[in-house]
């Protein structure tokens, strides 16, 4: 399984599970439950190489299938991600079908032609646009003039910390604890220094304008995601909340969609015990 992150997060966010995963007996589970791990840093990200201008998701997905298939020798496998990681795993299953045979996502990206529809998902729609005027000026920035977060967090690790941060906070479930409780100091630290002792704060806005230049996430007429579509609902996620399933649904060939008691946008990190067990569950119906 190929497991994807998004930002501002890293391949770090899926510590707390990665071992779980592999080694299931380990913990009391069953061995027959283990997966071959795969989890890469996207370009730009962490300890990625740097592009020479911005890389988009579709196009991440391809490389990521070439690892997959080319490079580790997999001819099939499964694929998860939330956040930009959902959307390179949706572009596995969109474009990667014959070899991604089943994707996981706990945030759904794409957007089916003709925009919402009825009464459920037109309030839906209306609430996302008005989050987004709340808490997405960093998204405009970042789609938009990339350039301009970049320069002013140059020599400026604080700055790029507080950046960070201030989205782990936004978009994290804190209705029962606090910011330190939901990751610890320590955590949190390490997914900023994977950025700030890179240098990859740059390159990792660059992401957003990627999605652009690919032509961003609505659907043209008749277009679809074929392959077996999981979602797992995380209740604590402010922003990016999910759409009604009928949205999703014109969207994603959802065969499985959960509903999960806690945790935000950054599950894996938050919440990792709720993660595994859902990832499991998911990969033993198949």
Aim: proline share 6%; net charge negative; hydrophobic share 40%.
């Amino acid at each position: 399984m190929i497991v994807t992150h998004g930002w501002p997060g890293s391949h770090y966010e899926f510590w707390g599970a990665i071992e779980k995963l592999a080694f299931p007996s380990r913990f009391g589970g069953n061995a027959a439950d283990a997966f071959d791990l795969v989890i890469p840093s996207l370009p730009g990200f962490g300890f990625s190489s740097k592009p020479a201008r911005p890389v988009g998701q579709r196009t991440t997905a391809r490389l990521f299938n070439t690892l997959m298939t080319e490079v580790l020798g997999y001819p099939s496998y499964l694929a998860q991600g939330g956040d930009w990681g959902a959307m390179v795993t949706s572009w596995l299953g969109r474009d990667h079908g014959g070899n991604a045979r089943a994707i996981h996502l706990n945030m759904l990206g794409f957007r089916p032609h003709g925009g919402a529809q009825g009464e459920a998902e037109i309030a839906w729609a209306q609430r996302q646009a008005a989050m987004m005027d709340v808490m997405g000026a960093y998204f405009r920035l970042q789609v938009s003039k990339p350039q301009s977060i970049a320069w002013m967090a140059a020599g400026n690790p604080v700055g790029q910390a507080a950046w960070i941060l201030e989205r782990f906070h936004d978009w994290s479930d804190l209705s029962a604890k606090d910011l330190d409780a939901a990751y610890g100091k320590d955590a949190l630290i390490t997914n900023i220094m994977l950025y700030a002792m890179t240098g990859s704060f740059t390159t990792g806005a660059w992401y957003y304008r990627g999605l652009v230049e690919e032509g961003g996430l609505a659907f043209q007429p008749g277009e679809r995601c074929e392959t077996p579509t999981a979602f797992a609902n995380f209740p604590g996620e402010p922003l990016y909340q999910a759409p009604p399933r009928s949205f999703a649904e014109r969207a994603y060939n959802i065969v499985r969609w959960r509903d999960m008691p806690r945790g935000g946008h950054f599950a894996a990190m938050e919440e990792p015990d709720l993660y595994v067990d859902e990832v499991r569950a998911w990969a033993r119906e198949l």
